[in-house]
């Protein structure tokens, strides 16, 4: 079962920062947060992912809180491409334990 | 890199009949992954092979289902006999590793309808 709790759906105006939240409250000490995002009719992309310092990458930035029970994920000037579904998952950092999939929020960017 | 290949891209069979889904992993890549994903049950991993061993195919839905992988650069899933619950997208991915940081490539997907 997914560990994670998002919202089904969120809409962003085109240009704008999108903020996307998961819940995590569950979280063990060894486990990462990955974000994957899924657009229509392909496969999941991977995105980012962190311990508990915010990180950055050329597609967006995750920021952990402080206590790790939440992060969120910023697109920072989301474009109509960037409607997707996005999957927050959290993972143990040792041993090959698999990526388990949630529902995910379906992100729509509106012009 | 072309990245993750699948074949068919859509495939529409009958009841009973077998069915076979292809994937080239990512050349170099270490490790190949089988997801299924229905609207009903979300994305769900079926198996994963290490070195073209079989490591852990635990979500494999029952023994109408088997995969390969003969060598580094090919892999299958069969059904055999297809059922029309086994509608669904067959994703195909590819990692490295499986470490921390170790990313998963997926494919485009094979949609398979049977009906």
């Known amino acids: 079962d997914a560990k994670t709790t998002q919202p089904p759906s969120m809409d962003c105006a085109e240009g704008r920062a999108a903020n996307l939240p998961c819940n995590h409250s569950?979280?063990?000490?060894?486990?990462?947060v990955y974000w994957y995002r899924q657009i229509h009719s392909q496969g999941p992309q991977y995105i980012i992912h962190?311990?508990?310092n915010n990180e950055t990458n050329e597609m967006a930035s995750l920021i952990i809180t402080e206590d790790r029970k939440s992060s969120t994920l910023i697109l920072p000037h989301a474009t109509l491409r960037d409607t997707a579904v996005y999957y927050c998952?959290?993972?143990?950092?040792?041993?090959?334990?698999?990526?388990?999939f949630g529902k995910g929020t379906r992100l729509s960017v509106i012009a | 890199d072309a990245g993750v290949i699948q074949s068919p891209r859509h495939e529409v069979t009958e009841m009973g009949q077998e069915v076979t889904l292809r994937c080239k992993p990512i050349?170099?890549?270490?490790?190949l992954f089988w997801y299924r994903q229905t609207m009903m049950r979300g994305l769900e991993l079926l198996i994963y092979?290490?070195?073209?061993?079989?490591i852990d195919d635990s979500g494999m839905p029952e023994d109408r289902f088997s995969a390969k992988m003969p060598n580094a650069s090919f892999s299958t899933l069969k059904i055999q006999p297809s059922e029309p619950r086994d509608s669904a997208v067959y994703f195909c991915?590819?990692?490295?590793?499986w470490g921390l940081g170790e990313t998963q490539y997926f494919g485009p997907g094979t949609r398979l309808l049977v009906l």
């Open positions: 991915a590819s990692s490295k590793g």
């Open positions: 569950t979280i063990s000490g060894n486990e990462y």
């Open positions: 962190g311990l508990k």
């Open positions: 998952i959290v993972r143990y950092s040792s041993g090959n334990t698999p990526l388990v």
């Open positions: 050349s170099g890549h270490d490790y």
């Open positions: 092979f290490n070195n073209n061993v079989p």
